[in-house]
């Protein structure tokens, strides 16, 4: 039999190598140290490329070793099972990572639901996905913004769609930039010494004309064809910015109980209300603006937000789109609609809920217990209102898929029904991956008990 040439055995003495493999498990365990100590949420850098690199380079190795020592006699099976047993864990993991499903589904009570929220799927770990409808018709791209995120670009219903930036924790701002053709925008700040909230006002706009202070209290920004102080406002909680010919300002507030008191205002100067103690001042002022909604990283942000980079017909728009909210635009002659939001996953199945039960510590609002009762239907299977019971360590396994009782959600009002909220989860590797364990455990057992006894006995 022809010798392989020197090259390739060369190859081949680095890929079976057992130092080479020793390296490699340091090298992991070293890493996954260093994530662990250093990220508070560390599960999502165990799918960076350079730690999937190095499990991939691990497995090739472990079963160049197999391949290369291995000499079919009894007193290797402890190495065969320990090897194949390793091996068996990474397919079972990496089944898990590439086709396993993670998500929740919210069912209200008296309410039917047929698919689930996705956040872990096909390798995502925290899966989002934009959606495009337009005239020529409708896409959607799905990444994860999980770090380390690598936002991509796509080509969705005849737009060129690129994801500038994620920020899972936004508050939402807004900027004005002077443009012919606008009404004017002022800048204004309300407030007091420890407290205040600054953002801009388009005049006479429905939406960007208005912002809630707090308190109940709104700020509003209105032109007016006379003296402002002439102008009579309705009686709403609310400080009415109003301006004149000339440009002359003003403000009236208005407690919502029949108090109304006007004062004069100009731009840098502050004037301190009559009916709360707040202060009002006008920042800025811009005689023809387009004012702009958008997002900042604040840790005090609720918000999960994108920055986009639209294109079509050679002309581009940079936009914001939050969670969960249908955007409306314009470019290069298509009108669009964008949305941001989790993936949605079809279950092949239905389950309504008949009843949700809440059980609180005694004295308090903290809930000790929930569970969930409906029916399952399933007309593949067979099934037509198959009852089930939710409650905690106590999930529905039905068809690959189990559901966990994860949460609640309060009645919207007075005398509404509440919701439950149910973890949604497929895991095709766990099964290969307790194989792979066990062959793991029963290898090292032959190897260190096992053997020597059998070889103390002269049974090898």
């Given at each position: 039999m022809t010798a392989a040439p020197a090259p390739i055995?060369?190859?081949?003495?680095?890929?079976?190598?057992?130092?080479?493999?020793?390296?490699?498990?340091?090298?992991l365990a070293g890493l996954a140290l260093f994530i662990t100590v250093r990220y508070q949420g560390p599960e999502p850098y165990f799918l960076s490329p350079l730690y999937l690199t190095l499990l991939g380079a691990f497995g090739v190795n472990i079963g160049c070793v197999l391949a290369d020592r291995y000499r079919f006699r009894l007193t290797q099976l402890g190495f065969l099972m320990t090897h194949i047993g390793i091996l068996t864990c990474l397919a079972g993991g990496a089944m898990t990572h590439w086709s396993g499903e993670d998500g929740q589904v919210q069912i209200r009570e008296g309410e039917t639901s047929s698919s689930f929220l996705v956040d872990r799927t096909a390798g995502l770990y925290q899966a989002r996905q934009l959606e495009a409808v337009t005239s020529q018709g409708r896409g959607e791209i799905r990444f994860d913004v999980a770090p380390p995120a690598r936002l991509p670009a796509a080509t969705l219903a005849g737009l060129e769609v690129r994801l500038l930036e994620h920020l899972p924790h936004a508050l939402r701002v807004r900027t004005a930039e002077a443009a012919q053709g606008f009404p004017p925008a002022l800048r204004f700040r309300v407030g007091m010494n420890v407290a205040s909230v600054?953002?801009?006002?388009?005049?006479?706009?429905?939406?960007?004309?208005?912002?809630?202070?707090?308190?109940?209290?709104?700020?509003?920004?209105?032109?007016v064809p006379t003296e402002p102080a002439g102008i009579a406002v309705p009686d709403i909680k609310a400080l009415t910015f109003l301006e004149g010919p000339g440009g002359s300002l003003g403000f009236w507030e208005a407690n919502g109980k029949g108090g109304r008191v006007f004062h004069s205002l100009a731009v840098g100067q502050a004037a301190a209300c009559t009916l709360s103690p707040l202060k009002v001042s006008v920042l800025e002022r811009m005689p023809s603006a387009a004012v702009l909604e958008g997002f900042t990283a604040s840790a005090r942000g609720e918000e999960e937000a994108l920055r986009l980079m639209?294109?079509?017909?050679?002309?581009s728009r940079a936009l914001w789109a939050s969670w969960g909210e249908s955007v409306h635009l314009e470019v290069g002659g298509l009108a669009a609609f964008l949305r941001f939001g989790s993936p949605k996953r079809d279950l092949g199945f239905s389950l309504s809920l008949e009843d949700f039960?809440?059980?609180?510590?005694?004295?308090?609002?903290i809930p000790r217990s929930f569970e969930s009762l409906g029916t399952l239907d399933d007309p593949g299977a067979g099934l037509a209102r198959r009852?089930?019971?939710?409650?905690m360590n106590e999930p529905l396994i039905h068809r690959g898929w189990t559901f966990f009782q994860a949460a609640f959600s309060?009645?919207?009002?007075?005398?509404?029904?509440?919701?439950?909220v149910l973890q949604v989860s497929r895991d095709p590797g766990k099964t290969v991956v307790y194989t792979g364990a066990l062959l793991v455990v029963s290898g090292v057992v032959f190897m260190f008990y096992l053997k020597p006894w059998m070889g103390r006995k002269g049974l090898l």
């Open positions: 055995r060369r190859v081949w003495g680095v890929l079976s190598s057992v130092w080479v493999g020793l390296f490699l498990l340091l090298n600054e953002d801009w006002l388009q005049a006479d706009d429905p939406a960007l004309g208005m912002r809630e202070v707090g308190n109940g209290l709104v700020a509003r920004y209105l032109s639209v294109s079509h017909g050679g002309a039960r809440k059980e609180d510590y005694e004295g308090s609002a009852p089930f019971h939710i409650r309060p009645a919207s009002a007075p005398g509404g029904k509440e919701a439950t």
